[in-house]
């Protein structure tokens, strides 16, 4: 990690794994893209979710599968199109947590 990500705690290329529920996710995934601007409308279906709820409040089914889909297409922006780091979906599914990589493919196998 370089100076300015220490001192402005940059996530770590690696920081998927750490996420432990599909918000943390979805911002942990977003913090890879290098130009956040790509992703924007993504992030918009995001902050609806999250203006709505209240402190400690976790997403319902309805916004958690918002979420996942909205990694999944911010999963597809860094595999495809994302211009300083090269990522493969196997390499991003890796890092993920157990229970969200099922969560994703169990969301992606009833899509």
């Given at each position: 990690m370089s100076f300015l990500g220490t001192l402005f705690g940059t996530p770590k290329t690696a920081s998927l794994g750490g996420a432990k529920s599909p918000l943390e996710l979805v911002t942990a995934a977003a913090a890879l893209v290098s130009d956040p601007q790509h992703i924007d409308p993504l992030l918009d279906r995001v902050r609806a979710i999250t203006a709505k709820l209240q402190p400690g409040e976790?997403?319902?089914?309805?916004?958690?599968?918002?979420?996942?889909?909205?990694?999944?297409g911010i999963e597809a922006y860094l595999t495809a199109n994302e211009p300083l780091r090269a990522f493969t979906k196997e390499d991003l599914r890796r890092?993920?947590?157990?229970?969200?990589?099922?969560?994703?493919?169990?969301y992606e196998a009833k899509g």
């Open positions: 976790q997403p319902g089914p309805t916004d958690t599968a918002v979420l996942l889909q909205t990694y999944v890092r993920l947590d157990p229970e969200l990589r099922i969560k994703i493919e169990t």
